[in-house]
């Protein structure tokens, strides 16, 4: 059942999930948006890292279902790990793992900004194989499937290269999520012809690489559920990624970070160089 379930996926065959993803925002979030009480609200660790009733709500939903379609996996999602971090170990075991981010840009979500999504990825042995990335409020859906590329809306996304001499534009960490050593690294990216500001919801900051309105990324954490979804969608429509030590990023942890997501090998090489304080190039 999973050896099928996995080549039906990577063989094209989203629609299941898809129809998942979509029926948990339908149930779940949507019916909360710009209608959260206070007390369904609350801090995790802090101000900028929220949760509601639709987050847990979301994961439960989606846990539920995506188990049902493949029996034999297991889910590591944000709120559950919250909850128990020893669950975040499967991503190193042999069953297929849902990485699940029910609501990413909760804060946005909070705000009644449209700008938030629903993140889901598939992946088996530190390898992410599909993912799928919705933004309910917006109608928009992006998947991606190794080795197939990567669609929004059923169109093919191609990240393309940044306009030789423009401005880059790159999201970068807030604040508040980087120790005083990233910070120094981020402050790399001032410079002469590179943007940076701050990030909204990972998810779409990724689909925004994906579809080549935004040139980079650089960010200091590394969560599984706001990275392995987008990743993908990026390296499926084109794009690279690495960590500052020239390393690829890995979904089970343990980099060396900032980290890179870009357009393509040489805006994600600048940008690397930059992070490390050394000129591109080096």
């Known amino acids: 059942m999973i050896e099928s379930f996995l080549e039906h996926v990577l063989d094209g065959g ?7 993803v979509r029926k948990a925002a339908a149930a779940e979030i949507m019916p909360r948006f710009r209608r959260l009480a206070d007390h369904e609200i609350s801090e995790k ?3 900028y890292d929220l949760v509601t009733v639709a987050d847990r709500a979301a994961e439960e939903h989606l ?13 590591v999602g944000e709120e559950a790990v919250h909850a128990d971090p020893g669950l975040y170990g499967a991503l190193r075991g042999d069953a297929p793992v849902w990485i699940v981010d029910p609501v990413d840009g909760t ?5 009644g900004d449209p700008g938030f999504c629903s ?4 992946a088996r042995h530190g390898e992410v194989l599909a993912s799928w990335t919705y933004a309910p409020a917006l109608g928009e859906l992006a998947v991606a499937v190794r080795g197939r590329g990567a669609t929004l809306d059923g ?14 534009e790159v999201a970068t960490s807030h604040p508040d999520y980087t120790t005083p050593d990233q910070k120094r690294a981020l402050l790399g990216l001032v410079t002469e012809g590179v943007r940076p500001r701050p990030c909204g919801s990972a998810g779409l900051e990724y689909l925004s690489l994906a579809r ?11 969560l599984a559920w706001d990275h392995a979804a987008g990743l993908l969608l ?13 390393e690829p990023f890995r979904i089970t942890g343990g980099n060396t970070l900032p980290f890179t997501a870009a357009r393509d090998a040489a805006t994600a090489e600048r940008i690397r160089a930059l992070l490390a304080g050394a000129p591109a190039g080096d």
């Open 14 to 20: 989203t629609t299941e999930v898809e129809e998942a």
């Open 45 to 47: 660790k802090g101000p």
């Open 63 to 75: 846990t539920r279902a995506l188990t049902a379609l493949l029996p034999g996996s297991v889910v």
């Open 107 to 111: 804060r946005q979500f909070v705000h």
């Open 212 to 222: 080549g309105t935004l040139d980079a990324t650089a960010f200091s954490w590394e």
């Open 119 to 122: 993140l889901v990825a598939l």
């Open 155 to 168: 169109r093919p996304l191609r990240c393309g290269s940044p306009t030789p001499g423009a401005v880059l």
């Open 234 to 246: 990026v390296a499926e429509a084109g794009g690279a990624q690495t960590t500052v030590t020239g």
